[in-house]
């Protein structure tokens, strides 16, 4: 049985003459692991053939311009699809986009994309980047036309879809049904939660720092395992926030309310396998992960507008020095941590490589 | 979708018909025998009558509690679960919420729950609790947990007991001149009382003195008020008391704290029948 039909239903061998005895899916797996449904819209059923497609289409560059870029390009699986090691990505054109490419880690859960949050959906995502002249540049009518005239997609569209006429509603609905295979639940933590492994005494302190209020205190924002994502709800507070980058901070999720309370938060993304991705923050200015922590120690800016105000109350206590900064150890211990995360199985899946 | 063979199809037209002989209720779906409504109920929240603002739309917005602390509010979010109503001729029936309602002070998305298929008659209390009953007051590694995945993100820290928050208000409190003490968290969730015995934080509110009625198909409004006010006025709640590593501003692990609001909560609530 190949991968793919194996991520929508597995079935074991033995005994021919007992009942078929089926092995948890991935998928299976991780929906009871969160105890939370995959986000499977109605209107796009994940199918095998639907699966399939997307995942052509998301390595294939004959969605850009020029036909040398695809999704692929910036959103690279080793990297747990981010584009390991850019600030922000380059388009078509040589052109540099304004924020780092995000990764794309259990998003079938999740209820926002970009980092400010504009797109509700996979689907409403992948539309934007295909057109988008310091990206892809092709515009949709183009890309259609290719792909109508390419000797395997008409079929590869009928089989998935039941039509052959092409438009990029169907484009993006393969594409979001690819993504939402990119599934991530065996990292350390994950093992170690299933007994299968401890953690270490560093990661262990790592994670305690994690939740402390008067630490991190980055529970609140970037969730509680095992899902570590609090997009999971739309409607929380704390989807978006302001972590203090700067005292005169980027739009953000303004540009996509128009709401002055908004100015200056960015979506608080996944922080599993984020060992794999820097650099980090929405325009990817800290290199490592030691970077960030420090920024969160001492280097917040307490005046930004809209900023988080318990990390503004830490920012500010640890200048009054009313609250410790963390220790060298402590610092290490975080990253570890942090670095627990990291999911290798994911990073080099076969189902979700280049299928060429 | 046939889910019925033949066979069976028509055995269960014999009962039906059967069933009719004999004066009962018929089979089959038809609407005018639907003995439910639904009640509706929009949540709303002020603070001491003032309205509830967020310090990102306003940064200017302060309201002042009991203890005479000044304060801003920046989020504010709770969950309520298990509604029940009841009458005086069939006493209380739960009413499903099908888990637990979030709601997002800031967010107009979560300011109505619709509870369906109530039963018709006349109602004089609406209960609930704050919070998450014990029964459902658990996150396990193993995966079981007491609301669905969906609401991790309201979890209570497992070192602090587990389980969920109750609710979560975050602002900053400021002295006489203005300038900000610092951050302000109120957030109840269980605790260790240093006993080792564990206390939840949920409360059981119950409003009684109302006169609403269910009726068949259709809706009946309720608005269930919130004074955030009362959370800290009695007993009262000083900001500026120090306990520890995190005082009566930063609650997570302060236990007296946590009693204190939990204490408050029996007058938080008020509602009102809509006509």
New interface residues.
């Given amino acids: 049985m190949t991968g793919l039909a194996a991520f929508l239903c597995a079935c074991g061998g033995g005994d021919p003459t007992a009942p078929p005895k089926k092995d948890p899916t991935l998928l299976e797996r991780a929906e009871?692991?969160?105890?939370?449904s995959l986000r499977d819209p109605a209107a796009n059923p994940m199918t095998a053939a639907g699966i399939a497609l997307g995942r052509r289409l998301f390595y294939d560059p004959i969605l850009s311009g020029d036909q040398t870029l695809a999704c692929a390009g910036c959103h690279r699986q080793e990297f747990a699809f981010s584009d390991g090691g850019n600030a922000t990505s380059r388009g078509i054109h040589g052109e540099f986009g304004a924020v780092n490419t995000p990764a794309i880690v259990n998003p079938g859960w999740s209820t926002t994309f970009f980092w400010n949050g504009r797109a509700p959906s996979l689907e409403k995502q992948a539309l934007a980047p295909v057109p988008n002249p310091i990206e892809m540049d092709l515009e949709w009518n183009v890309a259609i036309e290719r792909l109508e005239m390419h000797a395997d997609y008409p079929q590869l569209f009928l089989g998935a879809f039941g039509s052959s006429d092409i438009d990029s509603n169907l484009v993006t609905d393969a594409i979001a049904q690819f993504e939402r295979t990119m599934i991530s639940i065996d990292s350390r933590w994950d093992k170690s939660?299933?007994g299968e492994l401890s953690l270490t005494a560093d990661e262990i302190v790592g994670e305690?720092l994690y939740?402390r209020?008067?630490r991190g205190d980055c529970?609140?924002c970037h969730?509680?395992g095992?899902?570590f994502?609090?997009s999971?709800?739309?409607?929380?507070?704390?989807v978006f926030a302001n972590n203090g980058l700067d005292s005169s901070p980027d739009a953000g999720r303004f540009d996509s309310t128009q709401?002055?309370?908004?100015r200056g938060k960015f979506k608080a993304p996944t922080l599993r396998n984020i060992a794999m991705t820097a650099p980090y923050m929405h325009d990817g200015r800290f290199a490592t992960l030691d970077e960030v922590v420090r920024f969160y120690n001492t280097g917040m800016h307490a005046d930004s507008?809209?900023m988080?105000?318990?990390l503004?109350?830490?920012a500010?206590?640890r200048e009054a020095a009313t609250?410790p900064v963390w220790t060298e150890t402590e610092i290490s211990q975080f990253v570890a941590f942090l670095e627990s995360l990291t999911d290798s199985s994911f990073l080099t899946r076969a189902e979700l490589s280049d299928p060429k | 979708m046939d889910f019925m063979g033949p066979s069976l199809r028509r055995g269960a037209t014999i009962l039906c018909v059967g069933a009719l002989a004999l004066g009962m209720a018929a089979c089959g779906d038809d609407s005018s025998t639907d003995k439910t409504g639904t009640l509706v109920i929009t949540l709303s929240e002020d603070v001491a009558g003032d309205a509830l603002v967020d310090s990102g739309t306003d940064p200017d917005q302060r309201y002042t509690n009991t203890a005479g602390n000044s304060y801003s509010i920046q989020i504010f979010e709770y969950l309520l679960t298990e509604f029940s109503i009841t009458s005086a001729a069939s006493g209380k029936m739960a009413v499903d919420l099908g888990g637990a309602h979030y709601r997002n002070a800031f967010n107009a998305t979560t300011n109505t729950l619709t509870l369906e298929k109530v039963p018709v008659g006349s109602y004089e209390q609406l209960s609930f609790y704050w919070g998450v009953p014990d029964a459902m007051n658990f996150r396990d590694p193993d995966g079981r947990d007491g609301l669905p995945g969906e609401f991790e993100f309201f979890g209570w820290l497992d070192a602090l007991g587990g389980g969920y928050h109750c609710d979560r208000l975050n602002g900053a409190h400021y002295d006489s001149q203005g300038d900000e003490i610092g951050a302000l968290a109120l957030h109840m969730g269980r605790l260790d009382k240093g006993d080792g015995e564990l206390t939840n934080c949920h409360t059981q509110i119950s409003l009684g003195g109302l006169d609403f009625s269910i009726t068949s198909g259709q809706e009946t409004h309720l608005t269930l008020s919130l004074d955030v006010d009362h959370i800290t006025n009695a007993p009262v709640i000083d900001f500026t008391v120090p306990a520890g590593m995190m005082g009566w501003d930063m609650t997570m692990p302060n236990h007296m704290a946590q009693a204190a609001m939990r204490d408050n909560m029996g007058d938080v609530f008020s509602v009102v029948v809509e006509p």
Wanted: proline share 10%.
């Fill in positions: 009871d692991y969160f105890g939370l939660q299933r305690v939740n209020e008067d529970f609140h969730g509680l095992p899902i994502d609090n999971v709800v739309p409607a929380g507070p704390l709401m002055e309370s908004d507008p809209n988080d105000v318990k503004r109350g830490n500010l206590a609250l």
